[in-house]
């Protein structure tokens, strides 16, 4: 079971917006730590989606949006594609001695 | 831009050593970044391995620690993993990442390479 737990599944249609929870502790998002945000589409490797809260990397459509309130972070998805069909990760740094880096369980988003 | 790509077995006998490198494209290990790698069991979460910087830090998954090796090559531009006395449950896709660090607790990771599939079976 991951420090950083997600919903393991969330839907929507397209057009629609859905919002991607991230729930830590006082560790690590809690504590003030960035959130960042991967998508895996299936077969591939994970490619950086968010990085630092709120920042998109260049390429990433502003449909994509992130943030963060006390031990919790969120990725909402606006105007769903049904190429948003992806797995999608949470990552955080934490203080403890359960180790420094963190991943969330991951998130399967479906376009019904 | 950078790019990095994984090579190594595909399959590992149980009580063995899983070995697999990640060669560096497009730019240098000895850039102002780490290098990580990360795995994912079939099916499972992303789960980090370690990383290391070209100048020699290393940290580990206190989870694997005793049984992982990172090292880096600066001549070829690649860095390595190696993983011992593997059991099926070490079974899984590994990708090498580079770590871009902006401080010492706000790092992410990219970007990525395409990832090996490593199976631990007789």
């Known amino acids: 079971q991951s420090v950083l737990t997600q919903p393991p599944s969330v839907s929507g249609a397209p057009g629609q917006r859905v919002t991607i929870s991230c729930t830590g502790s006082s560790s690590n998002i809690g504590a003030g730590y960035d959130v960042h945000w991967y998508q895996q589409l299936p077969g591939t490797a994970p490619k950086l989606l968010m990085f630092g809260n709120t920042n998109r990397p260049s390429g990433v459509p502003d449909r994509f949006s992130g943030s963060k309130s006390g031990t919790s972070a969120s990725l909402a998805i606006t105007g769903l594609q049904a190429e948003d069909e992806a797995d999608y990760y949470c990552?955080?740094?934490?203080?403890?001695?359960?180790?420094?880096?963190?991943f969330g369980g991951g998130t399967k988003l479906t376009v019904l | 831009q950078v790019q990095l790509q994984e090579s190594g077995p595909g399959l590992v006998q149980p009580s063995g050593t899983l070995s697999l490198t990640c060669a560096v494209s497009?730019?240098?290990?000895?850039?102002?970044?780490?290098w990580s790698w990360v795995r994912q069991s079939p099916g499972k979460g992303l789960e980090w391995i370690a990383e290391?910087?070209?100048?020699?830090?290393?940290n580990y998954n206190p989870s694997l620690r005793s049984r992982v090796t990172i090292s880096v090559d600066k001549s070829k531009n690649q860095f390595s993993l190696k993983l011992s006395s593997v059991t099926a449950a070490d079974t899984a896709v590994y990708y090498c990442?580079?770590?871009?660090?902006?401080?010492?607790?706000?790092?992410?990771?990219?970007?990525w390479g395409q990832g090996i599939l490593v199976t631990v079976s007789s």
């Open positions: 990442a580079r770590e871009v660090v902006t401080t010492m607790t706000t790092f992410w990771f990219d970007p």
């Open positions: 990552q955080s740094y934490d203080s403890s001695l359960s180790g420094f880096v963190l």
């Open positions: 497009g730019g240098s290990i000895s850039s102002r970044n780490w």
């Open positions: 290391i910087y070209h100048s020699g830090g290393i």
